[in-house]
Structure formats: structure tokens, C-alpha cells
């Protein structure tokens, strides 16, 4: 064999080689940063650990009120519920500069930037867990597990979450997860959303990787079976237990009442809840779904649809109790204080395309395969006032994650990882 062919052949074993040793190792990795889907609840936090224990003499905030009583003091104590493709980013945001305004204590993920999602929720899981420990504010993504979560809070604690129109959650998640989940590379039109929804039970397998992505994503967010059937009682106990557990469910389409609504529980200030949009796509990546796909989408994902009903009408009922015009006039506050910001912290006053952000700090985690996700510039001279406050709405989940002290080793690996192969 000529000596040149040789070599060839030898650098393709390597290569081959080496190949495989790092697909070993990715499946490694993934082994351990994605667990099972279905981890059942008894993978929790062993029997007899202590639930959360204030410390002596820690002041307790008193129970939820309405600012319009009077008196009421700011709550500090805060379970997040933080669901799929809801604006809950932007509002976790709100929560990291609340806390880090106060000296909170958070309970953080170990490793990556949620609690071993998609397996329940457990308190082993929480950064530096000790037994007896009590955090003021729980809020990265986890699938619920009421139970675990309520050790880790004082008994007065608010909980909150977020919800969604599930049609267009679907379509969102479809765009952001699609290309994780396996039994999507099966279609192969150029409207893969649309495909789908054609004939979703050909294509979908409930067991599959990442399923849980594709078909009524709060309900699995939330702790609950993802494929009951619509007909089961549990569905309408599951949405009433949800009820009885959380103070305050917010709406994604109804973003700054739900905010209004949110302060006035919690007694905040108007700065407490000042936003920029965080962790959103660009518009030409954001096909509107037609009205026969609409249709479909939110017959496929109908457990989320009876969820979403039961909680659209309790909000609007919370918005008549508050006042209508009340609200008009604090949504229009919250919106003046909004545009002000914007002026004074964002550079061209908008959000722009990950190429043309100029810090990486301010670079925003994309979806794999893909460059979808806006970020921000800060403008480049800002006062002393505000220099802080706008650099916080505007740093994104993981940044600022890492700036309050979090070990993401696995989250930082896998960005290595997507960088080296430039996915």
C-alpha cells in the first residue's frame, strides 16, 4: 500500500476514534445533566429531613394583602413557579433584582441553571442544602413538587406562576425545543409546525426524549400527568388544587395587569416590577399560527386549554375586585416608567439580533441549531442613578445567575461543547 494511503487511512481510524470518545462523553454528559423524564417522587429528599426552620428572631411577613387595605408590609418570601415559554424570564429577572436589592436568599440549582428538570422538583437538589435550611425565594425552572418546595420557604410564603394561551405556548416551545425532541426530525416540509398539527398522534410518542416539550407543557411543568385523558376527574382536581396552592397566577398575554396585580399582593414599589423583554424571538422567527392550526394546536394540548380557561376567568375576576379603572391607571404608570428606562439604560432604544450585541455578557442562551433569541446593547453613558438598575433589567438568565454566585459547571460545559461545534 502506497505510503501516502496509508496515512490517510490511519488519520481516518483516529479520527474515527476520536469520534466516538466524544460521543461517549456527550452521552456521559447528558446522562447526567438530563434526567429521567420520568423520575418518579420518590426520588425526593429522604424521610425526617427538617423543613425549612426561620432563624431565631428572622421577622415573618404577614400573610398576602392588598396594599389597599393599608399598612401592609413588602413580602420577601417567594416561590416562583417559572413554566415554558411564558415571559417567565422577564419575571425572573424582576425576582434576581428584588432579592439582590434586599440581602434574600435564594435557593439555586447546583450545576445548571434549573433543578434537574425534567425530574421533580427535590430539596437535595438546591445549592448547599443543609436540612432545616430556609430560602426567601425560590424561582428556576423545575417540574413542581409541592411538597419539596414547601420545606424549603416559610409557612407564609407566596407562590405564583404564570400561564399562557397554550395554543401559542405550543408554537413557541415547537420553534425553541422542536429540534431536541427526536420524533420532529421525522417531518420533513418546511412548515414542520404545520405538519404536525395535520396529524399530531402519527408523529408523537409519549415516551419519547423531550416529549414532555410538545403537548400540554404547563400541566407536566407543574407536576402533573401531561397524557390524562381530558375525561379524567384528576384534570379538574389537579387545576383546583393549583388554585388552592398559588396566591397569584399571572397571564402571559396580560403581562403589566398581571404585574399591577402582582405588586399590589406582594406590596412592592413601582420600581420593584419596571421590565425590559427578556428571552425573546425575533419576529421573522415567529410564525403566527392560522386559525384551523390554532384550532388544532389547542385541541392537541387541552388539558393546558381547561387550565388556561379556569385561570383566565380568576384573573379577570382579581381585575374586578382591584378596579378597572385602577388598573388602567397603574398598567398606564407601569408603562411610562417602562418607556423612561428603555430611553435612559438601552442603546437604539431596542432589541437587536445576537450578532449585533456588543457586550457578551449581554448575549442571551439560543436554541440549539439556531439564533433566534433578542438581546439588548447598554447604552455606553448612563448616570450613576440608574447605571446598576438598567445593567440588571438587562442581563440576561445566566449572567446573572453567575453574577449572584451560582455554579453552573454543566451549563458552561455544554455551552463549551455547543461553541466548539458551533451549534
Not at 505510503?3 to 487511512?9: A, D, I
Request: net charge positive; with cysteine; proline share 6%.
Amino acid at each position: 500500500m502506497p505510503l501516502p494511503q496509508k496515512k490517510r487511512w490511519v488519520s481516518m481510524a483516529k479520527g474515527l476514534v476520536l469520534g466516538a470518545l466524544f460521543t461517549s462523553f456527550l452521552l456521559l454528559l447528558y446522562s447526567y445533566a438530563a434526567p429521567p423524564l420520568h423520575a418518579g417522587l420518590a426520588s425526593t429528599t429522604p424521610e425526617g429531613t427538617a423543613p425549612c426552620s426561620p432563624a431565631p428572631g428572622e421577622s415573618e411577613a404577614p400573610a398576602p394583602a392588598n396594599r389597599s387595605a393599608g399598612g401592609c408590609q413588602p413580602r420577601r418570601d417567594i416561590v416562583f413557579m417559572k413554566t415554558h415559554k411564558t415571559a417567565s424570564s422577564t419575571l425572573l429577572n424582576i425576582l434576581f433584582r428584588f432579592g439582590q436589592k434586599h440581602g434574600l436568599k435564594f435557593a439555586f440549582p447546583n450545576g445548571r441553571n434549573d433543578f434537574d428538570y425534567p425530574a421533580f422538583f427535590a430539596r437535595s437538589l438546591v445549592q448547599d442544602y443543609r436540612p432545616g435550611a430556609c430560602f426567601n425565594i425560590i424561582c428556576n425552572h423545575m417540574r413542581f413538587h409541592y411538597d419539596e418546595v414547601r420545606g424549603l420557604v416559610p409557612p407564609n410564603a407566596t407562590f405564583i406562576t404564570v400561564l399562557r394561551d397554550p395554543a401559542r405556548l405550543f408554537e413557541s416551545s415547537f420553534h425553541y425545543f422542536g429540534s431536541v425532541v427526536p420524533f420532529t426530525w421525522k417531518l420533513s416540509g418546511r412548515d414542520k409546525l404545520a405538519e404536525f398539527l395535520q396529524d399530531p398522534d402519527r408523529y408523537y410518542d409519549p415516551n419519547g426524549y423531550n416529549a414532555h416539550y410538545l403537548r400540554n407543557l404547563l400541566f407536566f411543568d407543574l407536576g402533573y400527568d401531561s397524557g390524562l385523558d381530558p375525561g379524567d376527574p384528576q384534570v379538574q382536581e389537579h387545576i383546583l388544587e393549583v388554585e388552592r396552592r398559588f396566591h397569584l397566577v399571572l397571564l402571559q398575554e396580560y403581562f403589566d395587569e398581571s404585574l399591577v396585580l402582582l405588586k399590589d399582593l406582594l406590596c412592592w414599589e413601582l420600581e420593584d416590577v419596571l421590565y425590559f423583554k427578556l428571552n425573546a424571538r425575533r419576529a421573522s422567527a415567529v410564525p403566527r399560527l392560522s386559525g384551523e392550526l390554532y384550532r388544532r394546536a389547542t385541541a392537541w394540548n387541552v388539558l393546558d386549554a381547561r387550565l388556561y380557561r379556569h385561570f383566565n376567568a380568576s384573573f379577570w375576576r382579581k381585575v374586578e375586585a382591584f378596579g378597572r379603572e385602577r388598573m388602567a391607571r397603574e398598567v398606564a404608570a407601569l408603562r411610562r416608567a417602562n418607556e423612561r428606562m428603555r430611553r435612559i439604560c438601552i442603546d437604539g432604544g431596542r432589541a437587536v439580533d445576537a450578532a449585533a450585541i456588543q457586550d457578551s455578557a449581554m448575549q442571551p442562551w439560543q436554541p440549539l441549531g439556531a439564533k433566534s433569541i433578542l438581546g439588548y446593547n447598554l447604552k455606553k453613558s448612563i448616570g450613576q442613578r440608574h447605571a446598576q438598575l438598567c445593567r440588571r433589567m438587562l442581563t440576561p438568565e445566566i449572567q446573572y445567575l453567575m453574577d449572584l454566585g451560582v455554579n453552573l459547571w454543566v451549563t458552561k460545559l455544554w455551552k463549551l461543547i455547543r461553541d466548539f461545534l458551533r451549534w
